[in-house]
């Protein structure tokens, strides 16, 4: 796999489905997608049964927090399909580095979520302020994180301004 496989795969699914929507992107696959209360301490987590794909998202997640979900359980679909079969991939802590699987369903999601272009243009200025770049996309500073790896990995110069942290989603709040 080269440096771009990733962002290529995301840009290929976007062709194909016409949006950057990850809930949008599981129904054209037909991917039953659901929400449930049952697992707390779980953001989501997808498995394959009877030849059909199913995504579970925790409820009680913020929208925004879903939708993050929602394209990093679709990663885990694209990416690691032969896995589901094996069992569920279940993601209790998103931004993990130290899990191969994850590290790639967190730069797919990042990749989806995230366009280049919108990067380039919101870095413009010189001022730019990281964090309000975070709220105004409704995307976390450590998805954010993944984009800027993701832009650097591929030959753009963005800073990164904070260390990828891989137990981020597991603090209580």
């Known amino acids: 796999m080269g440096k771009t496989y990733i962002y290529d795969?995301?840009?290929?699914?976007?062709?194909?489905c016409k949006t950057r929507n990850p809930f949008d992107i599981l129904s054209a696959l037909?991917?039953?997608?659901?929400?449930?209360?049952?697992?707390?301490?779980?953001?989501?987590?997808?498995?394959?049964?009877?030849?059909?794909?199913?995504?579970?998202?925790?409820?009680?997640?913020?929208?925004?927090?879903?939708n993050i979900v929602a394209a990093h359980e679709l990663a885990h679909i694209i990416l690691h399909?032969?896995?589901?079969?094996?069992?569920p991939l279940k993601d209790n802590i998103l931004y993990d580095m130290k899990s191969e699987t994850e590290y790639e369903a967190n730069l797919f999601a990042a990749d989806?979520?995230?366009?280049?272009?919108?990067?380039?243009?919101?870095?413009?200025?010189?001022?730019?302020?990281?964090?309000?770049?975070?709220?105004?996309l409704?995307?976390?500073p450590d998805l954010m994180n993944f984009k800027l790896f993701s832009l650097i990995?591929?030959?753009?110069?963005?800073?990164?301004?904070?260390?990828?942290?891989?137990?981020?989603?597991?603090?209580?709040?």
């Not at 963005?158 to 989603?169: A, C, G, I, R, V």
């Open 153 to 173: 990995k591929r030959g753009y110069a963005y800073p990164m301004p904070l260390n990828m942290d891989s137990k981020f989603l597991r603090k209580e709040k």
């Open 81 to 87: 399909r032969k896995m589901l079969q094996l069992a």
């Open 112 to 136: 989806l979520l995230i366009t280049d272009n919108v990067i380039r243009d919101m870095s413009k200025g010189e001022d730019i302020d990281y964090f309000r770049m975070c709220q105004t």
């Open 138 to 140: 409704s995307v976390s």
């Open 30 to 66: 037909n991917v039953v997608v659901m929400e449930s209360n049952a697992y707390q301490k779980l953001k989501g987590y997808c498995f394959s049964a009877n030849r059909t794909i199913y995504v579970i998202i925790n409820d009680s997640l913020h929208p925004a927090e879903k």
């Open 9 to 16: 795969e995301v840009e290929r699914l976007v062709r194909k």
